[in-house]
């Protein structure tokens, strides 16, 4: 089963696949979170009716398969408003937005779930707002957002596979090159998979074990 | 225009399909090579410019150009009307004919075998169109678009797909290579000799007229046929339609 | 002195405070009894400014509470609140809980804070519970907690929001002595309170609230015991 | 403004083509969910059965339905089983690929809901003289599918939205197919993908007002 | 009847009942009582089956309930149990909670186990809640609906579990009269109670555990009036 045509070369272009994935995976769950966390902020802070506009055109991003979202954005930047921008920078564009717009909902839900009474105490010990944020609202809700933000980060980069539409060679599409001259379909797929799988499992089962430990207090 | 920003911005982006032996596809070491690659380096050359290939799929040719990922397509793609409403095509630099690859278990001999069989072509292309009006019109057998002529002959030789229709080039390199046991040519399709254009946006005639002149001299200057037989061999096909003018 | 003049507050429609009036002197003990959604929360959380009043205003060592000019933050720490639910901070440890808000509000140095913090847990009798987290307490040493918390700001004002109605009860004898012990220190407090026995034995005066008026106000042998109100009357004989 | 002419005559004429593949793409979703959930009920089932070799299998498809990309589950489901020489048509293989990312997900979702349930649940049926069968059947099964309701609703719309990765097992009559055929004979990109982003958001949110409905009708209680 | 002879029982390490014997005849009703963890719960849940035994037998009209060859299922139908945590199916109306068992264990048509139902609510009182989610009921009413759900099964024994213990005072009344009720027809019983009034008034014996052992058995004039051991005595100070 392992006599392979498989050469160090062709795992050096899967490891540049994989390596992509990752660099797009992480600009956009880091920027993501950043406008999601605002975003979030937002709409807890003027209440669902003045944020009504932010969470439809959130909601959009969660609504419309990535793909469409990835060859709209493409083709609204390229042909309509012909600005010359990297498939590189649309993919990481795209899939923000995408983060920010799950990342928001759970920003807020955690934001929720701290009880108003504990920020009333904080406020009447005359903690400012911000610092009300920083040191009692932050800390809580981080707790009940970690493992949900921790599903997002990995759906992310599960997701990823898909910005090949922009022509980014992320590692699924590098698969599909080699599958192309290989010929080696199964062994390639599961070397593919075997990555993601690599990478995921061990960061949900971290996120689980969170969500365990910090609800059991 | 676009043909100073080329030239200022000193490199060419080109479109170009990459699954597509012999016009694009990738070396042992996944570098690009083919007849369109080095015809878009030719290109890039007489414009006193470096090249740079831009791989994308077939169906994304267009829309890569549209949306400004590329300066220009050499990707084989046939110069149809409905497509000119959108993309400016030079004349043609290269010429198709149609075949039908079959596998051997389907006993698929000539094209009209095909008639309620599962067939496929790369979603997009020429023979695409035309196979699936083919297939309508026979009303019996199944039509399946795939992303990439690869994952085309992958299903033919896991035998997914019983034919395909491609052009005869294509078809043949494929075969060549071995990858895909099981599989031959068996007959000619009888579809239209499937020209090819270069594209850029439909608005930069200057740049469609260097294109124009850059095809006839490849021709002119024996640069076309060099290159014919270093990727496809056999006889040159002719680019010109008799009794037309382009 | 905390002066409450002619204070209007609704919710909505609802009027919740119509019309108080009132002065607590330093030193002074006040409870006030009443109903269920008579005010008195509410009236506590207009003192310290967490609610806006719709007319009248409040004064707080001559400071108006909702002038605009007011830096809140700096008046809140004149006045300690404690509330009936207990709100620990989860996360924090009990002495962190106590230091927090010395040390992002007032500023002082972690030791400073963590000295003050270990004083004012010792007061209130948790000097064994440093370390421990507040889903470690009983409801009574979370609330005791509470009132550390509010002391170790040094406020000049206590006010309490029934902190022993949602304790069970044998908890709440605890923190009552807390309040006891603060009382006999000669701290200036505003303790809302179900427990009439613990009115009449520590306060000064007690008020009584019903519908959103102050309806009677007097020491606590002559509330008691000559109630001159038709409703403090029908109140007092249903909460024996 | 734009030098960009749209033209969306070109897409709104093709509208009725593409609602055909809306239809499409519905069924897979539908067909994938209700597989997936009966799916992800005998997963739950055999993870709780105590047998290592039952609850071993459930797990690993869990864990690798949650852990892998869904066009790499997809994919796998046409070119990576066909080395074994078995056949599935375009249709076939995204409706397995997406079911089984379905079946995954929610049988995670259902061990979740399953632990809200209380303990004590059980003991009454089975004082009741229920087999253990029975009360999970009566008992716990309707209760958790409650409680996994909002999960189930989410999943489903990650189910239509995933069948537009059908294109990479070369299915074509679904939502995006067809548009990714109109986009190759006209090349109207924007015009032709805006229009089909619309329809996708209608369908979501058809559903999910059809699941607050379902939800109001089913959850009296 | 049901016979329990020395049975020992342990969760891991915790021996919970150290060698009970006791017999329960035809018609009588026992009470137990005993502090919290002394096994009384445990007891009720080997006599059904619902918990294994480690060692001894427990026969009900004569069937070993342990036996490897027993239908526990079968058995179970005898055997009526309510527990102190209501345990209403939250997804099935009122009527469908009693009817759901009757069509499923007993294999009764819709018509007749509706009937059934009916009839068994209406006599504890639930006749107008039929069409009802528990979520809608008090935990009074939560608790008659359970014994109905048991009673329509036509138990020949019912044990109940401090079916009063999650309840607010004033809903302990209805849910005891019930109970007396089905003392007064004749149901062989065995409840698990921290009513002492009721166990005194309603049964025909008492039994005393402590710490697994059952202490203390006797008519409950001559075990509420004249408590043998020292740690009776101690239980019975304690509850008043
Ligand atoms: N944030 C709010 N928004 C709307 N209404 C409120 C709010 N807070 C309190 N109320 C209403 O104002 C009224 C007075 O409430 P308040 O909490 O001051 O009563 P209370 O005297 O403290 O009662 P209790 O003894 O029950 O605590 C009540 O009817 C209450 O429902
Ligand atoms: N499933 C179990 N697993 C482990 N230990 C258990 C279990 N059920 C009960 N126990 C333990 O067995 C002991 C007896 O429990 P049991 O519920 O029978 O007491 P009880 O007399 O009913 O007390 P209470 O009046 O509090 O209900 C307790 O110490 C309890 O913690
Ligand atoms: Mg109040
Ligand atoms: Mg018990």
Known sequence: MFDTAL??????????????????????????????????????????????????????????????????????????????????????????????????????????????????????????????????????????????????????????????????????????????????????????????????????????????????? | DKLDDIISSGTLRCAVVLDFPPMGSRDADNNPIGFDVDYCNDLAKALGVTAEIVETPFPERIPALMSGQVDVGVASTSDTLERAKT????????????????????????????????????????EAIALEKQVTEWGAGEFRPYQTQADVFLALSQGQLDATVSTSTVAQANVKTGNYPGIAVVGKAPFDIDYVALFTNRDEYGFINYLNLFVNQQVRTGRYAELFEKWVGGEVPSLTVPNAYR | MIEIEKVHKSFGQLKVLKGIDLRVAKGEVLSVIGGSGSGKSTLLTCINGLEPIDSGRILVDGTEVHAKSTDLNKLRRKIGIVFQQWNAFPHLTVVENVMLAQRKVLGRSKPEAEAEAVRQLSHVGLGDKLKVYPSRLSGGQQQRMAIARALAMSPHYMLFDEVTSALDPQLVGEVLDTLRMLAAEGMTMICVTHEMKFAREVSDRVAFFHKGVMAEIAAPAELFGAPKSEELRAFLSATH | MFSYKFQWNQAFARLPQMLDGALITMQIAILSMVLGILLAIVLTVFRRSGSRVLSGIATSWVEIARNTPALFQIYMAHFGVATFGIHFNPFTSLLIGITFNNAGYLAENFRGALKAIPETQTRAGRSLGMTSNQAFGYIMLPQMLRIAFLPMTNQMVWAILMTSLGVTVGMSTDLYGVTQALNALTFRTFELFALAGVVFYVIVKLIQFAARLIAMRLFRY
């Open chain 2, 87 to 126: 993309v400016g095509f030079s004349v043609p630099y290269f010429a198709f004919e149609m075949v039908v690859t079959a596998s051997d278990k389907s006993g698929i001999k000539s094209f009209d075998d095909m008639k309620g069989k599962t067939v496929g072509a790369t979603a997009g292309t020429f």
């Open chain 1, 7 to 217: 050469t160090s070369s062709d795992f050096l272009f899967l490891a540049r696949g994989a390596g992509m994935t990752l660099l797009v995976t992480a600009i956009s769950v880091v920027l993501g979170t950043c406008l999601g966390i605002a975003c979030g902020i937002f709409r807890f802070q003027v209440g669902p009716w003045w944020a009504a506009p932010m969470t439809f055109l959130l909601d959009i991003f969660r609504s419309i398969p990535l793909l469409i979202q990835l060859v709209l954005v493409n083709a609204f930047l390229g042909m309509v408003l012909k600005l010359k921008i990297s498939g590189f920078s649309v993919a990481c564009g795209v899939l923000t937005l995408y983060t920010a717009a799950y990342c928001a909902e759970i920003v807020r839900g955690a934001i929720e779930a701290v009880p108003g009474t504990t920020r009333r105490a904080a406020r009447s010990l005359g903690l400012t707002w911000w610092q009300d944020m920083t040191s009692i609202v932050l800390p809580l809700a981080t707790r009940v957002a970690l493992p949900s933000w921790i599903g997002l980060a990995l759906g992310v980069m599960k997701d990823s596979a898909l910005v090949y539409i922009v022509q980014v060679t992320e590692l699924l599409k590098a698969t599909q090159i080699l599958i192309t001259r290989l010929q080696e379909p199964l062994l390639l797929l599961m070397i593919c998979g075997l990555f993601y799988f690599v990478i995921s499992f061990p960061l949900a089962r971290l996120g689980g074990y969170l969500e365990r430990r910090w609800s059991n207090d």
